[in-house]
C-alpha cells in the first residue's frame, strides 16, 4: 500500500496538471458509471491528500477558484458546495497518467526531454518519474503509486489498458484510475467525516505534535503498531514506521501511552523531514551515506558483500543482516498482522 508521501506527491502532481481544468470523466469499468455522471463536465478546483486518502474537489464548470486552497477541513462552507472525489488506493489501487508536453508535473519535467523525442508519429513513452533525481533504479519492492506516460501532441487519450475503474479526460492528459480500495464521491460534510477519523498527519500544515501525543496516551498496543493505526497518526506505512522508530531509538514493542513525550517528539520530527523528501523524490531513502559508508568497509573487511537493500534502509526488509551502526542483527516478527523489522541493540 502506498504511504503518505505517495498520495501527497499524487496530489501535488493532480493540482499541477488538471486543477482549474474542465474533466470528461467516465467508467470504463463500469463500476462508477453513477459517479462519472455526475462529475462528467465539472472542473477541478481544489486537491487535498490527507494521510493515506486524496480529494479532488469539483465545481460546475463556470466557477473559478484557486488550484489549492486552504485544507478542506478548515475552509469556509463553498457556493455552490463542491463535490468531492475521495479516492484510497489500498493495496492494489494506481494512477496512470497519459499527456503531451503541456501535461508535464514539475515532479515529471526533467525527466524527459520532449523537444528531442518528440516524433509525430511516436508510440506512448513511459517516463522515468522515479529516477530523474539520481538516475538510479528504485527498488523493486516499492509501491509506487502512479506511472506517466508522454503521447505525441495533438492529445488523444489511448484506449484504457486494464479494468480502469475512473477516467479523467483534459484537453492536454488523461488520469486513469484502478484497482482503488475506495472511490466514491462526498460533500463536504463527508470529508470533514473522514478526517475526524484520523489522526494527524505530519505533511499537513494543520496538524500538530500535541495530538499525536494525546492519541498515543490512549494506545496500550506497542508503540509499532500503534503507528500504523491511521487513526493514531495518518500516512505512516510500513516502510517509514520501521525507520522512524531505528531513528528515534525505540524498541518497537514499548506500549504506546508509556513513551516518552521527548520521544514521540523524535518520531514526529524526523516524520516532518523524511515524508517531504519522499513527496519530493517518489521514492524513500533514510539511510545516511556515512553511515552506509562505514558498513561497507566493515563487511567487505570482514569478507562479506554488501546488498542493495543496505544503501536505502537501516532496518526495513534487511531481517538477518547487520545493523548498518552496531552491527547486531536486525530482527523481524509479525506484529498486528504486519512485518516489523527492528535492532534489539539500537532500539533497546
Known amino acids: 500500500m502506498p504511504e503518505g508521501h505517495a498520495i501527497h506527491r499524487l496530489a501535488t502532481q493532480f493540482a499541477q496538471v488538471m486543477s482549474g481544468e474542465v474533466v470528461a470523466a467516465s467508467s470504463p469499468q463500469g463500476r462508477f458509471a453513477a459517479g462519472t455522471a455526475e462529475l462528467d463536465g465539472q472542473r477541478l478546483v481544489d486537491v487535498q491528500a490527507y494521510g493515506k486518502h486524496m480529494f479532488l474537489g469539483f465545481a460546475p464548470c463556470q466557477t473559478v477558484a484557486p488550484r489549492q486552497t486552504e485544507p478542506a477541513a478548515t475552509v ?9 472525489l475521495h479516492i484510497h488506493l489500498g493495496i492494489y489501487g494506481s494512477w ?3 499527456g503531451d508536453s503541456q501535461f508535464i508535473a514539475r515532479h515529471i519535467g526533467p525527466a524527459l526531454d520532449l523537444a528531442e523525442t518528440a516524433q509525430p508519429a511516436a508510440e506512448i513513452v513511459e517516463i522515468p518519474v522515479h529516477t530523474h533525481h539520481d538516475d538510479s533504479a528504485f527498488a523493486p519492492h516499492e509501491h509506487f503509486a502512479d506511472r506517466w506516460f508522454w503521447t505525441p501532441a495533438p492529445f488523444q487519450a489511448p ?7 475512473l477516467r479523467l479526460i483534459t484537453a492536454h492528459g488523461a488520469a486513469d484510475l484502478s484497482g482503488p480500495n475506495t472511490c466514491e464521491l462526498l460533500d463536504d460534510a463527508g470529508v470533514a467525516a473522514v478526517f475526524a477519523r484520523l489522526g494527524p498527519d505530519p505533511l499537513r500544515p494543520d496538524c500538530d505534535f500535541s495530538e499525536f501525543v494525546k492519541r498515543c496516551a490512549t494506545r496500550q498496543k506497542g508503540i509499532g ?3 500504523m493505526d491511521q487513526s493514531v497518526i495518518a500516512g505512516v506505512g510500513n516502510i517509514y514506521r520501521a ?10 514493542f514499548t506500549p504506546a501511552r508509556e513513551v516518552t513525550s521527548r520521544k514521540l517528539r523524535r518520531i514526529w520530527n524526523w516524520l516532518e523531514e523524511y515524508l517531504p523528501l519522499g513527496v519530493e ?3 524513500i531513502t533514510t539511510a545516511d551515506p556515512d553511515d552506509y559508508s562505514t558498513f561497507v568497509e566493515r563487511e567487505l573487511a570482514a569478507g562479506r558483500e554488501p546488498q542493495a537493500i543496505d544503501s536505502r534502509y537501516y532496518v526495513y526488509q534487511r531481517q538477518d543482516r547487520p545493523c548498518l551502526r552496531c552491527s547486531a542483527t536486525v530482527k523481524l516478527r509479525v506484529a498486528g498482522g504486519r512485518k516489523l523489522y527492528w535492532c534489539p541493540r539500537c532500539q533497546r
Open 76 to 84: 469556509p462552507e463553498s457556493k455552490p458546495p463542491l463535490t468531492w
Open 96 to 98: 496512470r497518467f497519459y
Open 159 to 165: 484506449s484504457p489498458y486494464g479494468t480502469v475503474r
Open 225 to 227: 503498531e500503534a503507528l
Open 243 to 252: 525507520e522512524v522508530l531505528y531513528a528515534a531509538r525505540l524498541n518497537p
Open 281 to 283: 523524490s517518489g521514492r
